[in-house]
């Protein structure tokens, strides 16, 4: 039987259609945009930066501005000017700012093709990595929410193939692009921050001229910039010493879900207080919940918000190591857990019902392979340590981002939003594994 070579140009159209259809589908079944507590609070936040436009409202001590800004200026444009995103007068702007992050999400696979391209997988693996990562619905899921996730995905590929080619291509001008990709992805997401500090180190490993490599220490060192000035702008504008206060209400989760002794936080009589209570109430650990339940003030006082930062701070190092071991014994089940605001609802159609449920649970008793990443993790640094190669260095540069995403998060989260947050290494995992063990196994037919 004669075999069927497809080119790289029909694989990427074949991958395309089927992005762009299933994404058509899902939005049949499901049209309406996915909303929450979050949705709310980047909708005002994002209106106030364009009514008011100043650093004092850009810089949030709250949010980082790019998703609240990206919300708000296609409301603006759509001529939705009003207060409430839950009222029926939204609605068809809540589908067009999800169908444009579906346009994205569809840019975001080809940026997935793009970096397979440039670690040389074969086409037969570039179109099954591809079709499985278009089809993921736990990561096209997110596109019709109005949440970052919306976002994050392509702008962790973004970053990760303009990585690719500053190693390949590597000129001040690409490393000035790969540095503004840096910068979207911590403005989009605080939890990217130590994007450039786990990818930079792989760039300067690879380069040999004395030049290229001063280049990308200035890179490395102004990365600390934006954070920086971030930080200082809060300490300025609101008397707040941190990126996003709702960091250190996911810490105060984290503590409570953990059940970390709060002896060394006394000082703080109020939370000391209060979360001693809340634990003999058996009340949990959603932290918003523990905040709506005393004081819903909170959100609007800066002074209590900033004590919450010190008390949250003051346990976790007082509680260090006991701290760090439950956090990071907890990323089996992390990464394993289906994301509980999930929900397929039925739409009109009741075939594509069934078929995005039966999508989804299969793709969900995939989550344990995410396991394999961390036996994986020192091969793919030995692989590069043995010989030095663009796809070698690539897999130990994505491996060193999902080890970081996945440690960060469970380190200041709590498991609610393991799945949402989890969502946009989910393509990385996929590449990390398949490749890793591709490498490995030339070494044992000897060719590596």
């Given at each position: ?199 930079i180190p792989f760039l300067f490993l690879a380069v040999k001229k004395q030049t290229e490599k001063t280049k990308i220490i200035i890179m490395f060192l102004v990365s600390f910039l934006i ?222």
């Open positions: 039987m004669k075999q069927i070579h497809l080119s790289t140009y029909v694989i990427i159209a074949l991958v395309l259609v089927f992005a762009v259809v299933i994404r058509i589908l899902f939005s049949v079944n499901q049209p309406n945009a996915l909303m929450g507590a979050d949705s709310v609070g980047y909708y005002q936040l994002g209106t106030e930066m364009l009514q008011n436009p100043s650093p004092e409202t850009v810089i949030n001590e709250f949010r980082t501005p790019f998703y609240p800004l990206f919300l708000a200026s296609i409301s603006t444009l759509s001529g939705f000017n009003g207060p409430d995103i839950f009222s029926q007068l939204f609605e068809p702007v809540g589908k067009r700012i999800s169908d444009i992050q579906s346009v994205l999400g569809i840019i975001g696979v080809i940026l997935f093709i793009s970096l397979l391209l440039r670690m040389g997988f074969s086409n037969t693996y570039i179109l099954i990595l591809s079709l499985l990562t278009a089809g993921n619905i736990l990561v096209f899921y997110w596109e019709r929410s109005l949440m970052t996730e919306g976002l994050a995905t392509t702008t962790l590929l973004m970053s990760l193939v303009l990585f690719a080619h500053a190693l390949k291509i590597p000129t001040t001008k690409n490393y000035v692009y790969l540095w503004i990709s840096y910068v979207i992805n911590f403005l989009l997401r605080p939890a990217f921050i130590l994007l450039p500090f786990v990818t954070p920086l000035i971030y930080v200082a702008g809060n300490s300025v504008y609101h008397g707040y010493r941190g990126i996003q206060h709702v960091g250190d209400i996911d810490a105060l989760g984290r503590i409570l879900e953990l059940n970390i002794p709060v002896d060394g936080g006394t000082s703080y009589t109020f939370f000391y207080e209060n979360v001693e209570d809340y634990r003999r109430r058996g009340g949990g650990f959603d932290a918003f919940r523990f905040i709506d339940y005393y004081d819903p003030s909170i959100y609007t006082n800066t002074a209590r918000l900033n004590e919450l930062q010190a008390f949250t701070q003051k346990i976790i190092l007082h509680n260090l190591p006991l701290y760090t071991t439950k956090a990071l014994s907890t990323i089996p089940q992390a990464l394993t857990d289906r994301s509980p605001y999930i929900e397929i609802v039925k739409g009109p159609v009741f075939h594509l019902y069934m078929f995005f449920s039966g999508l989804f649970e299969l793709y969900s008793a995939t989550l344990p392979f995410a396991l394999f990443v961390f036996p994986l993790y020192p091969i793919a640094l030995y692989l590069v340590i043995r010989k030095k190669s663009i796809k070698r260095i690539l897999l130990a540069a994505i491996g060193s981002v999902i080890i970081c995403q996945i440690c960060v998060t469970v380190f200041v989260v709590y498991r609610l939003d393991y799945g949402r947050l989890f969502a946009p290494l989910l393509p990385l995992i996929l590449v990390f594994i398949v490749g890793t063990l591709q490498e490995l196994l030339q070494i044992k037919k000897g060719a590596g």
